[in-house]
């Protein structure tokens, strides 16, 4: 069971005591009855907290439209899931859409709570599932999105994901083991070179190592962004081999977060404040103490020597005579048109399959040699492009004000046309990686870009504006680093001759 470890007060935060009240998961035999008696009916704590651990969102902004979290491990969809998830989506008309995410996620937009029933029977039916995706539970686990089609690829990430998923959700249908987690969990397997998964901000990484001429994981531990404090994991100085010990070895990482995680203090929960309290040491000693084995040292350096690739354009697979197409959809956003598309064209010229990168793009896998021309040749692709020009190319941003209650500023399509602006005036010979969030939560990830732009208010000629506080120096792919603010409160209204200073003087933008 959960306890509160010394350093800690043993008065309960708010969240702690209606976990303790009432397991979030336990609203899953509740649905029939919230579907019946209508959101506004709904108990507030229920409603605005666990419902979020099976995935369904209330939006303040948008009320009685909520959003749906979905697991999409690895990021790979099948063609008939996404077209069941675009038929969910058209549902909701002009109010339902879908985003991709920085996990490698999708999140539908518009859904209402009364029509959850259904929608829960349609995903059981493709096999997804969107059970513990919210609030204090591990989120999506994320995977190389070219795993088993990559040719330079060292792991094939799928199955590795796809049991760790199973270990904590108990297959989709919810494992109260793994419901009281201290705060939330991020989970990364990477089996390629370029550090496609950011294995810096996650609670595990596990990335690619030789140590004694057999190819295995290192593991780093610890990494999180939160509204207080952003830290790079650090290396747990462990190896395991690429098979069912990367399960137990992350079960037994979780146990013992769940076990001694701090609890009092919410903005200190995540897992990097329990190893600053224990040591590192320490803490490897209780994960080896719970896995009943002692874990084998870290092999000496990673395979982690390229730098970032984005995946967008043509690509050769390992697969002799096949193709994959990553395409770029601006700032992650798809309508319902947008997926039924995209799944046919997965499903008439692949293998009926389609990746989900970080970059918050898609991958249309499996496509071969004679039907290449006649899939770049399809009009979808003059809207998701696969050679994008370099800002709108390396873009991110989280969900922003449109939909989120914590947002402080719209993001999406202010980014979306910002980055097209100064597309149109400058020559920029290579992407420059442009994050947008909208508050300190940090869901658009600005300490891993070139460029982060985080949401604020800031005061302008006596009013109240939107405004965004300016990160540089992340560094992503091999030797990553989180960047740092350099400049805050800037207007958002102020912002276009800023950024285009920036990109001239520190990116060798020219002006055209």
Excluded at 91 to 110: E, K, P, V
Excluded at 404 to 421: G, I, P, Q, Y
Aim: glycine share 8%; hydrophobic share 40%.
């Amino acid at each position: 069971m959960p306890s509160v470890e010394s350093g800690e007060t043993k008065t309960l935060n708010k969240f702690e005591k209606f976990k303790a009240e009432k397991d979030g998961l336990d609203v899953k035999d509740e649905l029939e009855h919230f579907a019946r008696i209508g959101w506004e009916a709904v108990d507030k704590t229920d409603l605005e907290h666990r419902l979020k651990w099976l995935g369904i969102f209330y939006r303040p902004v948008t009320p009685g439209k909520f959003m749906l979290r979905m697991r999409t491990p690895n990021g790979i969809l099948t063609s008939q899931q996404l077209h069941v998830l675009a038929e969910i989506v058209q549902r909701y008309g002009t109010d339902g859409s879908a985003d991709i995410t920085t996990r490698q996620n999708i999140q539908l937009r518009g859904i209402r709570l009364e029509d959850i029933p259904d929608i829960f029977q349609q995903l059981h039916s493709v096999g997804m599932t969107s059970m513990q995706s919210g609030m204090d539970n591990v989120r999506n686990i994320t995977g190389s999105p070219v795993a088993g089609i990559d040719v330079d690829e060292l792991i094939d990430t799928r199955e590795l994901v796809k049991q760790v998923q199973d270990m904590i959700t108990n297959k989709g249908e919810g494992n109260y083991a793994f419901t009281n987690l201290p705060r939330k969990f991020n989970i990364a397997i990477e089996g390629g070179r370029d550090n496609s998964v950011h294995a810096e901000i996650n609670d595990i990484a596990f990335v690619p190592a030789y140590k004694d001429g057999q190819l295995g994981f290192n593991v780093l531990v610890g990494g999180f962004f939160s509204a207080k404090r952003c830290e790079a994991a650090i290396p747990l100085n462990a190896w395991v081999p690429p098979n069912q010990e990367v399960v137990n070895l992350s079960r037994a990482i979780l146990t013992v977060y769940r076990d001694k995680g701090l609890r009092a203090n919410r903005q200190k929960s995540r897992l990097m404040w329990l190893i600053d309290e224990l040591g590192i040491d320490n803490f490897r000693q209780l994960v080896e103490e719970e896995l009943a084995a002692t874990l084998s040292e870290a092999a000496a350096k990673d395979e982690i020597d390229w730098e970032k690739h984005d995946h967008i354009g043509v690509y050769k697979q390992k697969q002799a005579r096949l193709n994959y197409v990553g395409l770029h959809i601006p700032v992650g956003r798809l309508q319902a048109e947008d997926m039924f598309d995209l799944s046919r064209l997965a499903e008439v010229y692949g293998s009926g399959e389609v990746r989900l990168t970080v970059e918050q793009n898609a991958i249309v896998a499996n496509i071969p040699d004679e039907n290449l021309e006649l899939f770049l040749a399809e009009p979808l692709l003059q809207k998701f492009a696969i050679a994008p020009q370099a800002l709108e190319r390396a873009l991110v941003s989280c969900t922003g004000a449109q939909f989120c209650k914590f947002a402080l500023v719209e993001t999406k399509n202010r980014a979306l046309a910002l980055s097209k602006e100064l597309d149109g005036e400058l020559e920029i010979s290579h992407p420059v990686r442009i994050h947008w969030t909208g508050c300190p939560n940090s869901c658009g990830q600005p300490q891993v870009a070139d460029i982060g732009l985080m949401g604020t208010k800031v005061r302008k000629d006596g009013k109240t504006v939107e405004g965004v506080d300016l990160y540089m120096g992340g560094k992503v792919g091999k030797d990553a680093q989180l960047g740092t603010c350099v400049q805050k409160g800037i207007p958002c209204e102020d912002l276009l001759p800023v950024l285009r200073k920036i990109l001239i003087t520190d990116f060798g933008a020219k002006v055209k």
